[in-house]
């Protein structure tokens, strides 16, 4: 089990969706993100906010709207010996 996985478990039915979402579809809007998965924006705004939470998720500006975020898949941490952190 991966850590995002384990990370995500826990969480309620709707963001283990929008997770499944992100991951299958790639970086999403709010919006984008409430009509790929048939959720209201309220419930994937909360989804997105538990995602956070857990350390999953990350939130960047939409280039083409800076008044949109957009949100993906955080990169799993390495589990490589070999490297050295500061």
Do not use: W
Not at 43 to 52: E, G, N, W
Not at 53 to 68: F, H, I, N, P, Y
């Amino acid at each position: 089990m991966s850590d995002h996985d384990a990370a995500v478990e826990p969480l309620p039915p709707s963001a283990k969706l929008v997770y499944k979402t992100l991951e299958y579809e790639g970086p999403m809007s709010q919006s984008q993100l409430a009509d790929a998965s048939l959720l209201p924006q309220r419930t994937v705004r909360h989804a997105l906010r538990k995602l956070d939470a857990a350390g999953v998720v990350e939130e960047s500006v939409c280039l083409m709207d800076a008044r949109k975020s957009t949100y993906e898949l955080r990169e799993p941490e390495s589990s490589d010996p070999d490297t050295v952190t500061a």
